[in-house]
C-alpha cells in the first residue's frame, strides 16, 4: 500500500532565507508524486507533480522538488521564500484509480 | 471562470440533522472526487465518480451517501450528523481513468460545523 510521510508538521523560516519541505513516500508500484499547497481559507492549488524522467521538477512559485528513488523521497525546496508563501504544503503519491494519497501536511510559516 | 465549484462554502448545523453539499466542474472531467480534511488538516479520499459510476469508497460509513446526476455534478449527502463529521469537505475532478495520470483540480471547500 502506499502512504506518505512528512517529517515535520512546522518549519518556521525569515523572509528571503532558504526553505525544504521534506517528504518520504512507500509506494510498491509505478511512482506519481504531488506537491500541492493550501493557502489560509482555500481549496489546493497543485505545485509540481513527478510522472516520470528528469528527477528535479520546477514548479509554480519558484518552488522545485528532487525525486530520490533509493531514498524514497520527493523533498520541496525554495531558494528564497516570501511572506505570501506561509501557507500549508502537502506531499501526495497516486494510489490505484487515480487516488492522491496525501501526507499530514507542513505548515511553512515565513516571518519577516 | 471557476472550474470545480461547490455550495455551500460554510454550513453549520445541529447533531442529527441531514444536509447536503454541491459539486460542479466545468472542465469536461468524468471523474469527480470528494475529500475530508480533518480539524488537524489531514486529507482523505472518501469516493470517486466516473461517468456517473461509483470507484471509489474508502470505508465511509452509509451514512454518506454519494450521488452523481451526471458527470459534472457530484453531491455528497450526509444523514444524522455527527460531532465527527465537522471538516472540510473538497470536491475534485480530472479528466478519465484509470490507467495512467490525470491531475486533479480542487474546489475550494466547503467547511461543515456539527454543533
Known amino acids: 500500500a502506499q502512504s506518505v510521510t512528512q517529517l515535520d508538521s512546522q518549519v518556521p523560516v525569515f523572509e528571503e532565507a532558504p526553505v525544504e519541505l521534506r517528504c518520504n513516500y512507500s509506494?510498491?508500484?509505478?511512482?506519481?508524486l504531488f506537491w500541492y499547497v493550501q493557502y489560509p481559507n482555500q481549496g489546493l492549488q497543485l505545485l509540481l507533480k513527478?510522472?516520470?524522467?528528469?528527477?528535479l521538477v520546477k514548479g509554480i512559485n519558484g518552488f522545485e522538488a528532487e525525486f530520490n528513488k533509493s531514498q524514497t523521497s520527493f523533498h520541496l525546496r525554495k531558494p528564497s521564500v516570501h511572506i505570501s508563501d506561509t501557507a500549508e504544503y502537502f506531499c501526495?503519491?497516486?494510489?490505484?484509480?487515480?487516488?492522491?494519497?496525501f501526507g499530514a501536511g507542513t505548515r511553512l510559516a515565513v516571518h519577516p | 471562470d471557476t472550474a470545480v465549484s461547490q455550495t455551500p462554502k460554510y454550513l453549520v448545523t445541529q447533531m442529527g440533522n441531514d444536509k447536503s453539499i454541491k459539486c460542479e466542474q466545468n472542465l469536461g472531467h468524468d471523474t469527480m472526487y470528494w475529500y475530508k480534511q480533518d480539524s488537524k488538516k489531514f486529507l482523505k479520499i472518501m469516493f470517486s465518480?466516473?461517468?456517473?459510476?461509483?470507484?471509489i469508497n474508502e470505508t465511509v460509513p452509509n451514512r454518506f451517501s454519494p450521488k452523481s446526476p451526471d458527470k459534472a455534478h457530484l453531491n455528497l449527502h450526509i444523514n444524522s450528523l455527527e460531532l465527527g463529521d465537522s471538516a472540510v469537505y473538497f470536491c475534485?475532478?480530472?479528466?478519465?481513468?484509470?490507467?495512467?495520470?490525470?491531475?486533479?483540480?480542487f474546489g475550494p471547500g466547503t467547511r461543515l460545523t456539527v454543533l
Open positions: 513527478y510522472l516520470s524522467g528528469s528527477t
Open positions: 475534485a475532478s480530472s479528466p478519465i481513468l484509470p490507467s495512467s495520470y490525470n491531475e486533479q483540480f
Open positions: 465518480y466516473n461517468n456517473k459510476e461509483l470507484i
Open positions: 509506494s510498491s508500484v509505478s511512482v506519481y
Open positions: 501526495a503519491v497516486m494510489g490505484g484509480y487515480n487516488k492522491l494519497i
